[in-house]
């Protein structure tokens, strides 16, 4: 921010002033003033008192009195102890306002053909079962992170990696082959993505009942799921697949098909999408031909059972198995096999995978081994490790249909919003077209931000009636007042009031509104931050606490009525950016915001 940058100059000129040392701006400790004390920053003294060889408070209060002497910024100061509370100068707050103003793109760096490419990897389905509640997190925290390192100056690639092969899917197929009967999704009226979830419910179920039989028999619960002829049947067809066997491979890309549409319409219910896609069946033998041309440099070693691995013994790890003994893949030469055809398409600078926390320990061995590999965004492998999220009825099992299912979350929040949104009146006076156009935002609205508010790195519950709420720290919240505040500006130009871009320097403000300001100007360093440190929760929060303070603006000072004519149209221009700061940051999260309600 322009006017802390201007407080630290005057500050090392102070220093040098008063006790004839020069001091780098990188010792000049500012922060925003805390709520309960009077000013805007304050100045931590204590780094001086070696130079000053006085107390505290003295060496503040020196320090206050040559900036309240010398610099026209500082209005006032006062002296907590160490602490220099520093009240800035109206005038600056006004001069701030008019830039923001003038800068639409405030707080958002533009990519440039220098800038570097980023590539973001979010999602990752099976296409054995529909997306779950786990994946809600998972896309909107890799979309709003995409946006957020957009927002930061970088070129950004969004990927999303979908398995599409293994016993899994093979489970789906053979329990629709055995018990389908020819069932289509547009037969059964059910989405791809649900109908091919079920046939892998079944399978599980038919497969316990199987064990469970020949339990009966006397077998121990090992023999059985060693003697199980429907997991031997689905090993049977993996095995088909692999060797391309016709049929095989034709059911396998028709269920898929179901499955993607299915996928499809869900991503575009959640606001989310994706440059590139590609899928586990094309870089799976990509991974094994890097990982033999390992074996070749002698990166990697082979065993005498003829399966890979490398030796991570000095990395302080352990040994990592890359390729059984029967040549089949693991996930992890799965993933360098990605990595390939990742860089072979794209000049890559950073990877960042969107990846729960219990793959911490693949993300470190993957980096580590694509470093190996020669791959030049290998060892700065980001992996955006969050926490898992529940229901408060507790964890969700896919095997046991006991998943919360996104479609079915989606509707809900909607269907919520939408009674939410009539009991308190915010529908009034709209079309049915333009009331669920809002139930739709405000729905969707309420699960993106319950969800991105809270760190990414914390487990979580999601609690969809706590998300719903026009009070406290919530979507609807934050969009009722971008809301209230579209009506004040239509309110204003219905009166023929047009709101100037620049106000008059001269004009007295009160502290609140300079406070407002001060909020608005942070937007800038506050994306800044939610970039280095990966985390949408950083915007999230700060979007609140700007509508809250505008909020106990609006509640303490009129604008439509206010007599001071100047003072009504700086109070709208000051609305019209907290509007546009909101639309902003909620766009950095996804989420949008109405302006009727």
């Known amino acids: ?181 020819g069932v289509t999704p547009e037969a ?18 038919k497969y316990k009942e199987e064990l469970s039989l020949l339990q009966e028999q006397g077998f121990t619960k090992e023999e059985a799921e060693a003697n199980s002829t429907l997991m031997a049947e689905a090993r049977e067809m993996l095995r088909k697949w692999e060797a391309g066997n016709e049929e095989v491979v034709s059911l396998w890309k028709t269920m898929n098909s179901w499955v993607y549409k299915g996928f499809d319409e869900t991503y575009k219910k959640l606001g989310v999408d994706f440059d590139k896609i590609y899928y586990e069946s094309e870089t799976y033998l990509e991974g094994k031909g890097k990982v033999l041309e390992g074996v070749d440099k002698g ?44 860089f072979d398409d794209y000049p890559i600078n950073k990877m960042v995978y969107v ?67 009539q009991e308190l009146g915010k529908l009034d006076g709209l079309s049915q077209e333009e009331a669920e156009n809002i139930a739709r935002i405000v729905g969707l609205g309420s699960l993106k931000y319950f969800i991105l508010k809270v760190d990414p790195r914390k487990n979580m519950t999601f609690n969809p009636k706590e998300s719903i709420d026009f009070n406290g720290n919530t979507g609807p919240f934050i969009q009722y007042t971008h809301a209230r505040i579209c009506s004040v500006l239509r309110k204003a130009e219905e009166q023929g009031l047009e709101i100037p871009t620049v106000i008059p320097v001269t004009l007295a403000i009160s502290e609140k509104e300079e406070n407002l300001i001060q909020t608005l100007a942070d937007f800038d360093t506050v994306v800044t931050e939610a970039g280095t440190e990966y985390s949408p929760a950083i915007i999230a929060n700060y979007v609140y606490d700007l509508v809250k303070e505008y909020n106990q603006f609006y509640h303490d000072f009129s604008i439509l009525r206010e007599e001071n004519q100047d003072l009504k149209l700086f109070r709208l221009l000051l609305s019209k950016t907290v509007a546009s700061t909101v639309k902003k940051g909620m766009a950095l999260l996804g989420i949008e915001v109405p302006e009727r309600m």
């Open 1 to 181: 921010m322009a006017i802390e940058q201007r407080i630290t100059h005057a500050i090392i000129n102070s220093i040098q002033y008063l006790y004839g040392v020069q001091i780098a701006p990188g010792q000049v400790q500012l922060s925003k003033t805390k709520k309960e004390f009077k000013g805007h920053l304050t100045l931590v003294v204590f780094p001086f008192l070696r130079i000053s060889k006085k107390s505290p408070e003295q060496t503040a209060q020196e320090i206050g009195n040559y900036l309240l002497e010398n610099e026209i910024a500082i209005a006032g100061f006062n002296v907590i102890k160490g602490f220099l509370n520093l009240s800035i100068a109206s005038t600056c707050w006004i001069e701030l306002l008019n830039q923001i103003e003038a800068t639409p793109s405030y707080g958002i760096k533009a990519p440039t053909e220098q800038s570097p490419l980023v590539m973001i990897e979010y999602s990752s389905p099976n296409t054995n079962k529909p997306l779950h509640l786990g994946h809600v997190r998972n896309n909107l925290l890799g979309y709003s992170l995409s946006e957020i390192l957009k927002a930061n100056g970088n070129k950004v690639v969004k990927t999303n990696i979908v398995n599409d092969r293994g016993i899994h899917i093979c489970k789906s197929m053979l329990a629709w082959e055995k018990w389908g009967k």
């Open 188 to 205: 059964s009226g059910k989405k791809g993505d649900h109908l091919i979830g079920d046939f892998y419910v079944l399978f599980d179920k």
């Open 299 to 342: 990166v990697f070693y082979r065993r005498e059972d003829g399966s890979v691995w490398a030796d991570l013994t000095k990395e302080g790890l352990d040994e990592k198995l890359l390729l059984r003994a029967d040549r089949t893949s693991v996930y992890m030469t799965q993933d360098i096999g990605t990595a390939k055809l990742r």
């Open 355 to 421: 990846v729960g926390n219990e793959q911490n320990y693949h993300f470190q061995v993957l980096s580590i081994l694509l470093d190996k590999l020669g791959f030049e965004f290998g060892k700065g492998l980001v992996h955006f490790s969050y926490g898992m999220v529940e229901l408060p009825e507790g964890k969700m099992k896919s095997r046991e249909g006991t998943v919360v299912d996104a479609d079915d979350l989606i509707a809900e929040m909607i269907s919520t919003a939408r009674e939410t949104s």
